[in-house]
C-alpha cells in the first residue's frame, strides 16, 4: 500500500457526460501528479500539483481540468467525455515535487466511455 | 523528443534470472526507476537508480545503468511466480515527470 488513495475505483459511464476522480496524496506529500493508462496511449503523465498551484503540464486534453485544495487532495474533473477516454487514470503523490523526489501511485481509477 | 524503449515480453522458468532491459533518449535524466503494476493494481514502485551510479542492489533486484548507451536493465534473481507482473522502466525529464516505456510483461512458469 503506497499511502495514495483514489476514489472511486471503478466508474461507468456514458459518452458526453461529466465525472469526477478524487486522490488524496500520502501524509505529508505536497506534490500531486496525474497520469493516464490506455492500451493505445500508454502511461502518459497529465498534469501535476504543488501545494495547490499548478506546476507542470502533459498531454492534457482542454476537455480535462484538475485542482488541488487547501487540504492537498486533487481531482481530476473528465468533460464531454469520448470512447476514447476509457482508461486508467493514476494519481501519484511526492514529497515536494523535485527532481529527487520519488514518486508513489495511487491503485487507480478505471474509467470506462460507453 | 523523450523515449523510453522496453521489449514487450520476456517468459523465464522459476528460479531463473529474468532480465528487463531498457533504453531512453534524455541524456538528461538524473533519475531511473523501475515500477512493477500486477493484474488489477496500480503501480508499485520496485527501485530507482540516479544517473551517476552504475549498479543498484536491492535484495533479489539488480539495476545496471549505462549511461553512455543510455541503458537501464533490471535483473531479478530466483524469479518467483509472484513475481509475474508488467515492469515498466521509466526515467524523470527536466519538468520532473515521469516518461514510461510500454511495460514488459514477466511470465514465470514452472
Known amino acids: 500500500d503506497s499511502g495514495v488513495t483514489q476514489t472511486p475505483k471503478h466508474l461507468i459511464t456514458a459518452t458526453g457526460q461529466r465525472v469526477t476522480l478524487r486522490c488524496s496524496p500520502r501524509s505529508g506529500d505536497l506534490s500531486v501528479y496525474w497520469y493516464q493508462q490506455s492500451l493505445d496511449q500508454g502511461l502518459q503523465f497529465l498534469i501535476q500539483y504543488y501545494n495547490g498551484e499548478e506546476r507542470a503540464k502533459g498531454n492534457i486534453l482542454e476537455r480535462f481540468s484538475a485542482q488541488q485544495f487547501p487540504d492537498l487532495h486533487s481531482e481530476l474533473n473528465l468533460s464531454s467525455l469520448e470512447l476514447g477516454d476509457s482508461a486508467l487514470y493514476f494519481c501519484?503523490?511526492?514529497?515536494?515535487?523535485?527532481?529527487?523526489?520519488?514518486?508513489?501511485f495511487g491503485p487507480g481509477t478505471r474509467l470506462t466511455v460507453l | 523528443g523523450e523515449d523510453v524503449e522496453q521489449s514487450l515480453f520476456l517468459s523465464v522458468r522459476e528460479g531463473d534470472s529474468s532480465v528487463i532491459n531498457c533504453t531512453y533518449t534524455?541524456?538528461?535524466?538524473?533519475?531511473l526507476y523501475w515500477y512493477k503494476q500486477e493484474p488489477g493494481a496500480g503501480l508499485q514502485l520496485l527501485t530507482y537508480i540516479f544517473s551517476n551510479m552504475d549498479m543498484k542492489q536491492d535484495q533479489r533486484l539488480t539495476v545496471l545503468l549505462n549511461k553512455k548507451d543510455k541503458h537501464l536493465s533490471l535483473r531479478i534473481a530466483d524469479t518467483q511466480t509472484g513475481d509475474s507482473a508488467i515492469y515498466f522502466c521509466?526515467?524523470?525529464?527536466?519538468?520532473?515527470?515521469?516518461?514510461f516505456g510500454a511495460g514488459t510483461r514477466l511470465a514465470v512458469h514452472p
Open positions: 521509466a526515467e524523470k525529464d527536466g519538468y520532473n515527470k515521469l516518461i
Open positions: 534524455d541524456s538528461s535524466s538524473t533519475y
Open positions: 501519484a503523490s511526492s514529497s515536494r515535487g523535485g527532481v529527487a523526489d520519488t514518486q508513489y
